[in-house]
């Protein structure tokens, strides 16, 4: 198991590199849902942020059950980065995340309706060469 703190900078340069990745959580009757999202990750405060639409399933799932899991997958190359997970509204938390996305990915479409997941890193799972030392 790997924590933020202990990437290597191979780990913390993949985590910036444009992929996508999959956002796992649970449904209501506990089997899994996982979708394509961009996210970035901030490695000073060990969050994860996906910018999203109010309302639709993974943000449902992240308000019910507080807990979610991101992968980025490169060939054999791969990082799980979990842990609690919170909806964020405040236009100002949307506006942080919107700008590291723009900065990793590409200036997001408009929407009225966008929110934060922000996912606090406490598990940190990858290929052995992400690992410092």
């Known amino acids: 198991m790997l924590t933020p703190a202990i990437l290597s900078d191979a780990g913390l340069d993949f985590v910036t590199e444009r992929h996508l990745a999959t956002l796992a959580t649970a449904r209501a009757d506990g089997t899994p849902h996982s979708v394509p999202v961009g996210f970035t990750f901030d490695a000073q405060h060990g969050l994860v942020r996906i910018i999203t639409s109010d309302g639709n399933q993974k943000v449902r799932n992240v308000e019910r059950s507080g807990y979610a899991a991101v992968t980025q997958l490169d060939g054999a190359r791969w990082l799980t980065l979990e842990g609690p997970a919170t909806v964020l509204r405040e236009p100002s938390d949307v506006r942080e995340a919107e700008a590291r996305y723009t900065q990793r990915y590409r200036p997001p479409r408009e929407n009225p309706r ?7 890193v406490q598990r940190t799972l990858g290929t052995a060469e992400f690992r410092a030392g």
């Open 114 to 120: 966008r929110v934060v997941i922000v996912v606090t």
